[in-house]
T-cell receptor, first 111, second 113 residues
Framework: KQEVTQIPAALSVPEGENLVLNCSFTDSAIYNLQWFRQDPGKGLTSLLLIQSSQREQTSGRLNASLDKSSGRSTLYIAASQPGDSATYLCAVSSGANNLFFGTGTRLTVIP | EAQVTQNPRYLITVTGKKLTVTCSQNMNHEYMSWYRQDPGLGLRQIYYSMNVEVTDKGDVPEGYKVSRKEKRNFPLILESPSPNQTSLYFC????????????FGSGTRLTVV
């Protein structure tokens, strides 16, 4: 069964710093990898989706990379802002019906 | 506004008292799914539905039921809730399966005492 791990579990950075969140998965036979943002009291918001054939995806200050063979993905956030404070979840798809989620990295950006 | 709506947002109930958490989407999505989120375990899928009248078990279906009589609605039913079902529940939908854009509801925090 697919297992997804996110390190670190929590991260605090000063505003303006660039940062990297890590995600690893045990089974490299994936369809895609997705990054979500979760804010307290709200649902999950989809940030980026990387197909298994892709190496990276970018959206604004966010860049996600995928190394399927090594079972790793990173989410790079440039010039962090206090509004980026949230929990970031990584999820992988091995088929049409389910996503396997990591437990998340709780990010705090200090003004 | 395109959205997935869950109700209620918060619920405290007693062991054994049947309850239903509703989920509705207004995007004409075929695929809908329920997850529970627990500390240290991440989100785990309970049930999913590929279309009307088509439902199937996810990773943790024990103690739950679902139905999909209409495309827009996918209620989660706990026939006899127990304290180990205390959790944060999310409904999600997509056009056709998890490999398309996934829209989540805001969550239902359930406490069973």
């Amino acid at each position: 069964k697919q297992e997804v791990t996110q390190i670190p579990a929590a991260l605090s950075v000063p505003e303006g710093e660039n940062l990297v969140l890590n995600c690893s998965f045990t089974d490299s036979a994936i369809y895609n990898l997705q990054w979500f943002r979760q804010d307290p009291g709200k649902g999950l918001t989809s940030l980026l989706l990387i197909q298994s054939s892709q190496r990276e995806q970018t959206s604004g200050r966010l860049n996600a990379s995928l190394d399927k063979s090594s079972g790793r993905s990173t989410l790079y956030i440039a010039a962090s802002q206090p509004g980026d404070s949230a929990t970031y979840l990584c999820a992988v798809s091995s088929g049409a019906n389910n996503l396997f989620f990591g437990t998340g990295t709780r990010l705090t950006v200090i003004p | 506004e395109a959205q997935v709506t869950q109700n209620p947002r918060y619920l405290i109930t007693v062991t054994g008292k049947k309850l239903t958490v509703t989920c509705s989407q207004n995007m004409n999505h075929e695929y809908m799914s329920w997850y529970r989120q627990d500390p240290g375990l991440g989100l785990r899928q309970i049930y999913y539905s590929m279309n009307v009248e088509v439902t199937d078990k996810g990773d943790v279906p024990e103690g739950y039921k679902v139905s999909r009589k209409e495309k827009r609605n996918f209620p989660l039913i706990l026939e006899s809730p127990s304290p180990n079902q205390t959790s944060l529940y999310f409904c999600a939908s997509s056009l056709a399966g998890v490999n398309y854009g996934y829209t989540f509801g805001s969550g239902t925090r359930l406490t069973v005492v």
